[in-house]
């Protein structure tokens, strides 16, 4: 099983980008699959994740303003992200695992991780 994402890059403030996350291999039922951030000196965060169901998760800070999606058929995690702020600034990761998604984004559940995809927002 192999997670790639794609997608990072720069953009100015209040733009928007696109991330994917493609998954080959897969052979669970349910999963959950959930896309992390870490900027420099600051620890691996959970920004959003998704069951195999649709159920949707979204940290506080990037609530309204990104949209975690999953086509089950392509095997694609995407997360659109909008209104970008400086904040945003980080090294993103596509992650999952089998089972249903924790009510919170939590590293510690996640076992399949994929290389990250840089955002830089200025």
């Known amino acids: 099983v192999q997670l790639v994402e794609s997608g990072g890059g720069s953009v100015q403030a209040g733009g928007s980008l696109r991330l994917t996350c493609a998954a080959s291999?897969?052979?669970?039922?349910?999963?959950?699959m959930g896309w992390f951030r870490q900027a420099p000196g600051k620890e691996r965060e959970g920004v959003a994740a998704?069951?195999?169901?649709?159920?949707?998760s979204y940290a506080d800070s990037v609530k309204g303003r990104f949209t975690i999606s999953l086509d089950r058929a392509k095997n694609t995690l995407s997360l659109q992200m909008s209104s970008l702020e400086f904040e945003d600034t980080a090294m993103y990761y596509c992650?999952?695992?089998?089972?249903?998604?924790?009510?919170?984004?939590?590293?510690?559940?996640?076992?399949?991780w994929g290389q990250g995809t840089q955002v830089t927002v200025s």
């Open positions: 992650a999952s695992h089998g089972g249903s998604c924790a009510p919170t984004i939590e590293e510690g559940d996640f076992g399949l």
């Open positions: 998704i069951d195999s169901d649709g159920s949707t």
């Open positions: 291999g897969y052979t669970y039922s349910s999963y959950c």
